[in-house]
């Protein structure tokens, strides 16, 4: 522990107001840790990541930003307001770009967005898989992807999904190895085998 440590300095974490933390203490409460969200009232705070997330995201990000047809950004680790009381920050998103040229922008809504993407890590496990799907249906995000390091050879696997309108849930549409072929939110054919992030670099 240094002496200019946050124990050190006299740091409380925040406590929560009766009925949890709103989007706009999300944004207005002082010293936050970055890549902090807000889930059902409560604050989350994101632990540090491995290679595996960090290079998988770099790699969606560039594969997608080749192929998004005009009108669409791609972008990561932003805020995404889905009500008052949650706003996620999936690792990899595509939204509309009509507010592409704000350089202050710091949010978005799930009405500007077309795909969300979560690279699971093993201490965010249970929201990425069972937590975050349900909120990014319940606020109809018309799709969402779940990335996973394959457990045997270590290479990635991304499941995807699309919303069926009548339920709010997301379908899985298809288990993806070792290239995203797809047609749908638009035509793209992107390399991801374990080779392929591997050459990732930022």
Known sequence: MTADSPQDAGYRWPVPPPGGWTVEDLFTLPDLPPHTELLDGSLIFVSPQRRFHLRMID????????????GLVVEREMTVVLDPENAPEPDVLVASD???DDMNQVRYTAADLTL???VVSPESRRRDTRYK??????AGIP????????????????RTYELD?????????????????????FDMDIDITGEALRKVRR
């Open 143 to 158: 799709h969402f992807w779940l990335v996973e390091q394959n457990p045997n050879d270590l290479h990635p696997v991304v």
């Open 98 to 100: 009509e507010t592409e």
């Open 59 to 70: 790699l969606l990000v560039k594969g997608l930003s080749a192929h998004a047809p005009a």
């Open 133 to 138: 799907p349900v909120k990014y249906a319940e």
């Open 165 to 185: 309108p009548l339920t709010n849930t997301y379908s899985l549409t298809g288990i993806h190895h070792e290239r995203l072929k797809l047609s749908s939110p």
């Open 116 to 118: 969300v993407i979560e």
